[in-house]
C-alpha cells in the first residue's frame, strides 16, 4: 500500500514556474515507476511526466524542454519542475506510483496558469 501526497499547486502566471512535490509513504518506495498526470476541465486525464524506477525519465510532447521529474528515494519524494508555464497548462496535477498489478492515485492539486 502507497499514501501519496502532492503539494506545490498555485496561481502562476504565463512564463513562470512551479514545483510540485508528491510525498509517499506505506510501502518501498524505490521499486515503484512513478508519473504525473494532469487533468483539464471537460478533458481526460493525460499523462504529463513519468520516471521508472531505475530513474529514467519521459515526457509528454508538450511538456517537453520545460517539465522535469525527477525523484529523491531516500525521502521517497518525487518532483515535477515546470517551467516557461502557459495557460493550456492549468488543471489540476495528480502523483501516481505503479508496479504491477498495483497502482495508486495521490488527491491532486490545483495548478493555474493566468495572468
Known amino acids: 500500500q502507497v499514501q501519496l501526497v502532492e503539494s506545490g499547486g498555485g496561481l502562476v502566471q504565463p512564463g513562470g514556474s512551479l514545483r510540485l512535490s508528491c510525498a509517499a509513504s506505506?510501502?518501498?518506495?524505490?521499486?515503484?515507476?512513478m508519473g504525473w498526470y494532469r487533468q483539464a476541465p471537460g478533458k481526460q486525464r493525460e499523462l504529463v511526466a513519468a520516471?521508472?524506477?531505475?530513474?529514467?525519465?519521459n515526457y509528454a510532447d508538450s511538456v517537453k524542454g520545460r517539465f522535469t521529474i525527477s525523484r529523491d528515494n531516500a525521502k521517497k519524494m518525487v518532483y515535477l519542475q515546470m517551467d516557461s508555464l502557459k495557460p493550456e497548462d492549468t488543471a489540476v496535477y495528480y502523483c501516481?506510483?505503479?508496479?504491477?498489478?498495483?497502482?495508486?492515485w495521490g488527491q491532486g492539486t490545483q495548478v493555474t496558469v493566468a495572468s
Open positions: 501516481h506510483a505503479d508496479r504491477n498489478p498495483f497502482a495508486y
Open positions: 520516471i521508472t524506477s531505475g530513474g529514467s525519465p
Open positions: 506505506g510501502s518501498i518506495f524505490s521499486i515503484y515507476h
